[in-house]
């Protein structure tokens, strides 16, 4: 099924879509997602607040936003963007007409629900592992999540992070689940150290560490993921960035960045983007001419412009780590591969 939106044809631009909702969903169903992730992926994927309430004892009403967020108080289920069934009511908190895959958001929604709720047991607030993630949670209970997965003190770990609807060429075994995060709900798989990027399309592999910090080591792997660029770079190792990417895992990317906000006038001009990431990776202007594919007389113009925009020489001094910062933000900022379909492009791996 995860494989399905890059192989089936059809007329409709909009099946594609369609069939990424459904995968995603058989995925969460499979895990035994609670109600709140299952909410959280819808709103993740129709971009709107999802709602949930039953009438079955004990009521209850749930609403959550696409970062994931609670959203506090009771709403009425809005005339036709609701599907009730068996006491159970779902529905999507839409501002304006609704969208072409409203429909099957919420049918694959209720499908979720109602096989939730048909299992005749209380939902556990949250699973082993979104513990052993969490670093707001005490190091005893992670510690005591670790043993429940069977995972050893003292071993290094890492973490892979994978969107729903990735394509799995090798799925290794091991602790897994979906865990919700601000940029919705993502699939978390821990791995032994040595394990190599790739498995999944697309991945982000993050830092190795002690299961008392796996949570480092899976805010690492979200950023690696996000970072990810398909198909030239489908899965990232986070070790590629160093310590920068814990920086990064921990930084705000709301926050007023002036160095980020002048690359945005940069990468308006199409050498924009293939230039400055060249100008990150080289060591002189020659070797980012050879990294772009032009002449160094070409790449010298163009970084004269580029240092017009940000106000700081890219190759002096600080300069350097201040534009592959800044870079590396915005990056993140743009990032659309979690907005992706199931793709279906050869695994190479990028570290």
């Known amino acids: 099924m995860q494989e399905l939106p890059g192989r ?9 879509a369609d069939l990424r909702v459904i995968a995603c969903f058989d995925e969460l169903m499979v895990g035994n997602v ?4 299952l909410l959280n992926a819808a709103a993740s994927l129709a971009g709107c607040t999802a ?8 009521p209850r009403s749930v609403r959550v936003a696409p970062t994931g967020k609670v959203v506090q108080g009771r709403a009425l289920p809005p005339p036709g963007s609701s599907i009730r069934c068996d006491g159970l009511t779902v529905w999507l908190e839409r501002e304006g007409p609704a969208r072409v895959n409203d429909g099957t958001v919420l049918e ?14 209380r939902e556990p607030d949250r699973g082993e592992l979104g513990l052993l993630l969490d670093r707001s949670v005490p190091v005893e209970e992670r510690r005591t999540a670790a043993a429940r997965l069977r ?5 290094r770990y890492r973490v892979l992070a994978a969107p729903l609807f ?15 995060t601000p940029h919705g709900p993502i699939h978390a798989l821990v791995l032994p150290e040595d394990r190599a990027p790739g498995g999944a399309i697309p991945s982000g592999l993050g830092v190795a560490t002690t299961v008392e910090h796996l949570h480092r080591s899976f805010r690492t792997a979200v950023v690696a993921l996000r970072l990810c660029a398909p198909p030239e770079a489908p899965c990232v190792a986070a070790d590629r960035y160093g310590g920068v ?49 032009v002449h160094h007389s070409t790449l010298r113009t163009r970084l004269d412009v580029i240092t017009g925009v ?22 993140l900022r743009t990032s659309r591969v979690l907005d992706l379909p199931a793709p279906t492009y050869p695994a190479t791996t990028a570290g």
Not at 310 to 331: E, K, M, N, Q, S
């Open 310 to 331: 940000v106000g700081f020489d890219p190759f002096d001094g600080i300069g350097r780590t201040r534009l592959g910062v800044a870079y590396l933000i915005w990056r």
């Open 34 to 37: 609670d109600t709140r992730g």
């Open 51 to 58: 709602g949930f309430c039953t009438d079955l004892p004990p």
């Open 245 to 293: 990417i814990e920086l990064l895992a921990d930084t705000g990317l709301d926050l007023d960045f002036p160095d980020v906000d002048a690359l945005d006038a940069v990468m308006r001009h199409a050498w924009g983007p293939a230039t400055l990431d060249a100008l990150v990776r080289a060591g002189s202007v020659r070797q980012a001419a050879r990294l772009a594919g």
């Open 8 to 16: 089936v044809p059809g007329p409709d631009p909009h099946d594609g």
């Open 108 to 121: 694959r929604l209720m499908l979720a629900v109602r096989i939730r709720h048909g299992r005749g047991r």
């Open 151 to 155: 995972l050893s003190p003292g071993v």
């Open 166 to 180: 990735a394509a799995w060429e090798d799925h290794p075994a091991g602790a897994e689940d979906v865990v919700a």
